[in-house]
């Protein structure tokens, strides 16, 4: 994992409240949801606030939120392409 990675895996556990997770123990390219991460559709809402208050990248879409949220790798890469300098 980079550091941007790193960084976004920091927000999201806290964020999150994973009280057991460490941004070491995540793999950028496990799945978030279901048998990766675990997260549900809760989840996936605090998600969406969490990157827009983060990084200022807005998930109106639930077809491109779903893309986004594959992974962390994904994850980053979307807030990367989308993010206003």
């Known amino acids: 994992m980079d550091e941007r990675e790193t ?3 920091r927000h999201l556990i806290a964020g999150l409240h994973l009280e ?3 941004p070491e123990d995540l793999s950028a390219e496990a799945p978030l949801f ?3 991460l675990g997260l549900d559709s809760i989840d996936a809402l605090e998600l969406a ?3 827009e208050r983060h ?5 109106t879409d639930m077809e491109v ?8 790798r994904a994850l980053d890469r979307f807030i990367a392409a989308n993010r206003k300098a």
Do not use: C, E, N, P
Request: proline residues 0%.
């Open 7 to 9: 960084q976004l895996a």
């Open 20 to 22: 057991d997770v460490k």
């Open 34 to 36: 279901g048998a990766g």
């Open 49 to 51: 606030v969490i990157v």
């Open 55 to 59: 990084y200022g990248v807005r998930i």
């Open 65 to 72: 939120g779903k893309q986004a949220f594959t992974s962390l």
